[in-house]
């Protein structure tokens, strides 16, 4: 159980603890790539003790967001609505839930992509890393921003990390569709209900990127109002 870090963060500033919480959410999204890499080794007893760390992450997460909520006063001053806020921990917590789910469901089933493809998933996973730390990245300059006054230099930062979201993100869609082709070309040698579920987990795979899309459009929102 973490401790009770964040009514002291929300007091400081609120988007420090929302950065707080979305660091955390980057843990989750990284042990999803190490259990991913596992999962295609063959490594089932390292890939559940990967799994675990996926899933302690998300419930970290989870309390995290809890407390969160708990302790941002209604009445508190802010430069931002705390609904908007509140929006922005809410997108950010869907990307660590989502990483719970893949890891979750992969497990199950001890469930693998064939080799052939196994490269080409890597890359796919790490572009959904990298999206995600990408938005890490944004909320840690909206923090900059806060401090400095929303001065322009600052808000250009963040939209300039924004946008590499959103780059990272088509990609991950063009990854997809990649993927999507190459497991059509071989399903017909696999578990006809393995196919299916190995489709679900590029569809999810795919949805951490665009999760970590959208916490960035919150952002924009932030920003801007």
Known sequence: MLPNLVGESVLRSPMLALQEHMGVVLQA????????????????????????????RESDADHLKQQLRGDMPKSLWMPVARSDLLDLLSAQDKIANRAKDIAGLMLGRQLAFPPALTDGVNDYL?????????ALAAVEATQVLYQSGFGERQAAEVERLIVDVERLERASDRKQV??????FQVERALSPVDVMFLYQVLDWVGSVADRAEKVTHRLLLVIKS
């Open 29 to 56: 999204v990284e042990a999803l790539g190490d259990f991913i890499a596992l999962a295609q080794d063959g490594a089932w007893d390292g890939a559940l003790q990967a799994q675990q760390r996926v899933a302690d």
């Open 126 to 134: 790490a572009l959904s890393v990298d999206a995600t730390a990408g």
């Open 178 to 183: 990649e993927l999507r082709a190459q497991l």
